[in-house]
Every structure is written in structure tokens, then in C-alpha cells.
């Protein structure tokens, strides 16, 4: 997926912010020849979901931050930090097990988010990121069990129950600091 954040720094070490990601770069489902012909081979079939997007609101705290140099000349800030937050998933299920199902509108979960990463300053105001993020909501697959007869053709049977599913993400990215240039005001 692409994504985007923002976030409002209120203290050196705390922040609030939103992200979004989008997953759905094509609306077709069509699957590859080698995974349907090992599945249909073997019988064996891992339900999946397509996703769209995902929307999030997220603090944001850093615990550990220090300095480090490089080849003896250059001296690199970097900073560590704990992001967790709610927010919304957008999927719906891929007809695995019968090709006559049809999933055309996609489902809104509720969301959990967690995760820690790394940020490298190249200058004051620009970063290189990388985190690990997971992301924990309730998702609703294709039912594995098919009916027979006209109960087939019932969408009330076509998926499953509720599972916990976890998203773990690894993400690198650059961070954009605003303004580009400040001055620290001392308290009086």
C-alpha cells in the first residue's frame, strides 16, 4: 500500500496525528494460474480478502532518541518511538472456495493499531523512517463450506464467522518536519 501521515508534535516527545493507506490499485480479483492450479490440486485453500483502504488516528511517543557518528565526520540524530492508535479497515472477501460467489461492496472493521520504529535525521527537518506496525481488527472471510442446491446461490451463507486478524506492516518512508527552520524560545 501508499500511505500518508500527519502529525501535530505538542511536545518534543509527544504527538497526536492520522494516517491512511491505500491498498486497492486494481478492482480486479483475478488470481494466477500456479496458485488455483496447487490449490485445486492438492485441495487445500487459504481463505483472502482484498483490501481498499485503511484510516487511522495515532499517538505517537518517544522514549529514546541520541546522536551518532558516521565515518568520523558526520553526526546523525536518531530517535525511537511507541505509535498506537483506532481507526477504520475497508476489505471484503475473495471467492476462494466457490467462483460463483460474488463480493462486490466491501466492509468497514473498527481497528487497533501498535507499533514501534526508527527515525534517522539527514538534516533538521528530514528524516529516514523505519517501523513495524500491527494492525488488529475483526475480519469476516469466505466461508470454506459450500452449500448444495439452491442454498448455493444464498449470500446469507457465504461467509464466515468474525476472525481476529492481525496486519503486520513494515513500512520506510521519509518524514517531512514544518517548518523548516526554528528557534527554541526559553521560558521566562
Known amino acids: 500500500g501508499a500511505g500518508l501521515a500527519a502529525n501535530y508534535w ?7 496525528g492520522a494516517n491512511a493507506i491505500w491498498y486497492q490499485f486494481s478492482d480486479t480479483l483475478s488470481e494466477q ?11 487445500l485453500a487459504n481463505p483472502l480478502s482484498q483490501w481498499q483502504v485503511a484510516a487511522n488516528v495515532n499517538f505517537t511517543y518517544v522514549p529514546l532518541y541520541g546522536k551518532f557518528a558516521a565515518f568520523n565526520k558526520l553526526i546523525f540524530q536518531w530517535d525511537a518511538y511507541i505509535v498506537g492508535g483506532v481507526g477504520i479497515m475497508r476489505t ?16 468497514t472493521h473498527l481497528g487497533f493499531n501498535v507499533g514501534i520504529g526508527l527515525r534517522i535525521f539527514m538534516t533538521r527537518f528530514l528524516t529516514v523512517f523505519f517501523e513495524a506496525r500491527d494492525y ?4 469476516q472471510f469466505e466461508n470454506s ?6 442454498a448455493r446461490n444464498d449470500p446469507d451463507t457465504w461467509l464466515a464467522d468474525s ?12 518524514t517531512v518536519f514544518f517548518p523548516f527552520k526554528f528557534e527554541y524560545r526559553k521560558t521566562k
Not at 494460474?33 to 485441495?43: C, H, M, Q, Y
Not at 472477501?93 to 462486490?104: C, N, T
Open 145 to 150: 463450506q459450500v452449500a448444495l442446491g439452491e
Open 33 to 43: 494460474d500456479l496458485p488455483f492450479f496447487i490449490r485445486r490440486s492438492t485441495r
Open 92 to 107: 471484503r472477501p475473495v471467492p476462494v472456495f466457490d467462483q460463483q460467489r460474488d463480493f462486490p461492496d466491501f466492509n
Open 136 to 139: 488488529i481488527f475483526l475480519e
Open 163 to 174: 476472525t481476529l486478524y492481525n496486519n503486520l506492516t513494515m513500512s520506510i518512508g521519509l
Open 10 to 16: 505538542f511536545t518534543n516527545v509527544l504527538a497526536i
